[in-house]
């Protein structure tokens, strides 16, 4: 790869072996973090973009019921899959804490996903 000024390079290896690399654009703001701080902010944005919210719950049983009980979600496919299955439902652990979730076990959005 050919040396590239516009941007700054960090890579970083914790004890366990693990390597953080990091290539962020060069401005007044950047160059004002340690290589620590770029490999921490990476990490957290990493964290926070692979950890959506995702409860996982077993499918409500018997499920015609439950369809009878809940209410449909917003109008619109799924974001996630494109259904038209989003419904809002609660966690049986949390049933005051109501969410549109996906229906389609087959799409990640649904709590009874089965991969
Ligand atoms: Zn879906």
Redesign the pocket.
Known sequence: MAENDDYRTVIREDEDGTRHIAIVRRDPETDQLTDDQIITDLQEWRAKREQPERERWPMPRPFGEWLMATKPGPKG???????Y??RRGANPAHPDDEKVI???S?????PWYSG
Do not use: F, Q, V
Request: proline share 12%; glycine share 12%; net charge negative.
């Open positions: 496919p799924c974001p996630e899959c494109g259904c299955g989003l996906c229906t389609n087959n799409c990640e959005a649904c």
